[in-house]
């Protein structure tokens, strides 16, 4: 009987070590942010080229990357910058950051299309061609710059226009700048030409094919190579290569970055919180609620949101939280399902103007539609729940435990002074009131009325109705 008491003091314990537990989670993650990032550290006057692998779809967070990267190997003053790159595309204003990253760098940057099979597709195109040097591995290709809609498909006419034509500007300028085949590049954008590394080698889009990283360096050792405002000879032979990936920070953010992941997330954070204000106290759902709901909102941040979206998604937000305070109703739970499956709608890419394959990223109607009728589902049964609960007579919710103050108890185990009652429509913990002056022996049992004098937490202080034995 003695474990019955006990039960407050373990869940005491238990939220503590909970406590602890998260502190240090977050302690973790806040030394992530702090690791150093390698710096140029080859012995004496050997050169240091710094190798930036970007294997990734170009979005906010790949390109964030990528610029700080070469941020900090200009910062190390290295020798050369070397982006091994292999992408389908992406987001055509990240693509943009980080070309301007690339011809801005005081370093010259060499882009590689490897390894073999690699391809700089769509906006990868215009990352290539932005570097100094261009070379290509064997069974590479680049091209395919077309833009399209928020679902892949051809643009109306009018708009197609328009964005052809600025992305056509973009790609010449950039080939221009780099003394590259301007007529055939922009062919990649207007008829979404793509080449292997031999024929973009042959068409002076690129400049050398090479094996592997050691046969690049060798190839340009003594080479010129074009970077911000002059031309910087090289010296890579015996050169000491330092490798840089996306630290975990980075591929948690790029995880997360995904429209689909951050709606589901926000879902189920949003339905966590419900949980945990219609029965307060379990704090696991809303634990997990507020957790899903924060990474759900820093995937948003890093994806092309539109504030419709957000706001929509607001919306529901409130209404399931009006639902929670009025539950039974029914009508804030479906207007925020509503609200939550606009927002989705109409979270990200749905205004675009049009971008490069792969860089639009939408919320599937396939998800939108399944969350959206569990959502309404699930406010149906919790509404149906509420009032059956309701019709429960002298029903008191756990939450309002206090208000059990002076209700009588059928006891369903024996009191010797500690057992269990039941009482509006729950079975609590009991111990008679003033135990410790009882004398030895006292027992209440299996089937007497008591009456609740006092209650601590979920457990009651009752005392009898009837003599004890």
Same mark, same amino acid.
């Given at each position: 009987?003695?474990?019955?008491?006990?039960?407050?003091?373990?869940?005491?314990?238990?939220?503590?070590?909970?406590?602890?537990?998260?502190?240090?989670?977050?302690?973790?993650?806040?030394?992530?942010?702090?690791?150093?990032?390698?710096?140029?550290?080859?012995?004496?006057?050997?050169?240091?080229?710094?190798?930036?692998?970007?294997?990734?779809?170009?979005?906010?967070?790949?390109?964030?990357?990528?610029?700080?990267?070469?941020?900090?190997?200009?910062?190390?003053?290295?020798?050369?910058?070397?982006?091994?790159?292999?992408?389908?595309?992406?987001?055509?204003?990240?693509?943009?950051?980080?070309?301007?990253?690339?011809?801005?760098?005081?370093?010259?940057?060499?882009?590689?299309?490897?390894?073999?099979?690699?391809?700089?597709?769509?906006?990868?195109?215009?990352?290539?061609?932005?570097?100094?040097?261009?070379?290509?591995?064997?069974?590479?290709?680049?091209?395919?710059? *077309?833009?399209?809609?928020?679902?892949?498909?051809?643009?109306?006419?009018?708009?197609?226009?328009?964005?052809?034509?600025?992305?056509?500007?973009?790609?010449?300028?950039?080939?221009?700048?780099?003394?590259?085949?301007?007529?055939?590049?922009?062919? *990649?954008?207007?008829?979404?030409?793509?080449?292997?590394?031999?024929?973009?080698?042959?068409?002076?889009?690129?400049?050398?094919?090479?094996?592997?990283?050691?046969?690049?360096?060798?190839?340009?050792?003594?080479?010129?190579?074009?970077?911000?405002?002059?031309?910087?000879?090289?010296?890579?032979?015996?050169?000491?290569?330092?490798?840089?990936?996306?630290?975990?920070?980075?591929?948690?953010?790029?995880?997360?970055?995904?429209?689909?992941?951050?709606?589901?997330?926000? *879902?189920?954070?949003?339905?966590?919180?419900?949980?945990?204000?219609?029965?307060?106290?379990?704090?696991?759902?809303? *634990?997990?609620?507020?957790?899903?709901?924060?990474?759900?909102?820093?995937?948003?941040?890093?994806?092309?949101?539109?504030?419709?979206?957000?706001?929509?998604?607001?919306?529901?937000?409130?209404?399931?939280?009006?639902?929670?305070?009025?539950?039974?109703?029914?009508?804030?739970?479906?207007?925020?399902?509503?609200?939550?499956?606009?927002?989705?709608?109409?979270?990200?890419?749905?205004?675009?103007?049009?971008?490069?394959?792969?860089?639009?990223?939408?919320?599937?109607?396939?998800?939108?539609?399944?969350?959206?009728?569990?959502?309404?589902?699930?406010?149906?049964?919790?509404?149906?729940?509420?009032?059956?609960?309701?019709?429960?007579?002298?029903?008191?919710?756990?939450?309002?435990?206090?208000?059990?103050?002076?209700?009588?108890?059928?006891?369903?185990?024996?009191?010797?002074?500690?057992?269990?009652?039941?009482?509006?429509?729950?079975?609590?913990?009991?111990?008679?009131?003033?135990?410790?002056?009882?004398?030895?022996?006292?027992?209440?049992?299996?089937?007497?009325?008591?009456?609740?004098?006092?209650?601590?937490?979920?457990?009651?202080?009752?005392?009898?109705?009837?003599?004890?034995?």
């Amino acid at each position: 009987m003695r474990r019955i008491r006990d039960r407050s003091a373990q869940t005491s314990s238990f939220s503590v070590a909970r406590l602890a537990l998260a502190f240090l989670l977050l302690a973790l993650g806040g030394c992530l942010f702090l690791l150093p990032v390698s710096s140029a550290s080859a012995q004496g006057d050997t050169p240091v080229v710094r190798l930036i692998d970007f294997h990734d779809h170009v979005d906010i967070v790949s390109a964030r990357y990528l610029t700080r990267s070469i941020a900090r190997a200009n910062a190390d003053n290295v020798e050369l910058i070397v982006i091994e790159l292999n992408t389908p595309g992406g987001n055509l204003d990240s693509t943009r950051h980080i070309v301007t990253a690339i011809l801005e760098s005081e370093r010259p940057v060499v882009v590689f299309v490897a390894p073999d099979g690699a391809q700089a597709a769509s906006a990868g195109t215009f990352i290539a061609i932005s570097g100094g040097v261009l070379a290509m591995a064997p069974a590479t290709n680049i091209g395919a710059a *077309t833009p399209v809609d928020s679902n892949g498909r051809d643009l109306p006419s009018t708009l197609k226009s328009k964005v052809t034509q600025d992305a056509s500007a973009f790609m010449r300028s950039i080939s221009d700048k780099r003394g590259r085949n301007s007529d055939e590049l922009e062919l *990649t954008v207007t008829l979404g030409r793509a080449y292997t590394s031999t024929q973009a080698i042959n068409l002076r889009i690129a400049d050398l094919k090479a094996n592997h990283i050691e046969d690049l360096l060798s190839q340009i050792d003594g080479r010129a190579i074009p970077a911000f405002d002059r031309d910087v000879t090289v010296h890579t032979a015996g050169a000491h290569i330092e490798k840089r990936q996306m630290q975990l920070v980075d591929r948690v953010l790029s995880f997360l970055a995904n429209p689909n992941l951050a709606f589901l997330l926000i *879902t189920l954070g949003t339905i966590g919180l419900i949980v945990e204000m219609w029965s307060p106290g379990i704090w696991i759902p809303g *634990t997990l609620g507020f957790t899903f709901l924060v990474l759900g909102f820093v995937g948003v941040g890093h994806i092309d949101y539109s504030w419709a979206g957000i706001v929509f998604i607001g919306l529901a937000v409130v209404l399931f939280v009006l639902e929670a305070q009025a539950p039974g109703v029914s009508y804030f739970g479906i207007s925020g399902a509503i609200a939550l499956v606009l927002g989705g709608f109409f979270l990200a890419g749905r205004f675009n103007d049009g971008d490069l394959p792969g860089g639009v990223q939408t919320v599937s109607y396939w998800l939108l539609g399944i969350l959206g009728v569990s959502v309404v589902a699930f406010v149906a049964w919790l509404s149906w729940q509420i009032r059956i609960v309701k019709n429960i007579p002298d029903w008191i919710s756990a939450g309002s435990s206090t208000q059990l103050v002076g209700k009588e108890a059928e006891v369903t185990m024996d009191l010797d002074p500690e057992g269990e009652v039941h009482l509006a429509g729950e079975f609590w913990s009991a111990e008679l009131s003033g135990a410790d002056f009882l004398p030895p022996g006292t027992n209440v049992p299996k089937g007497s009325t008591v009456r609740v004098v006092r209650v601590e937490g979920v457990h009651l202080f009752v005392e009898p109705l009837m003599s004890v034995t």
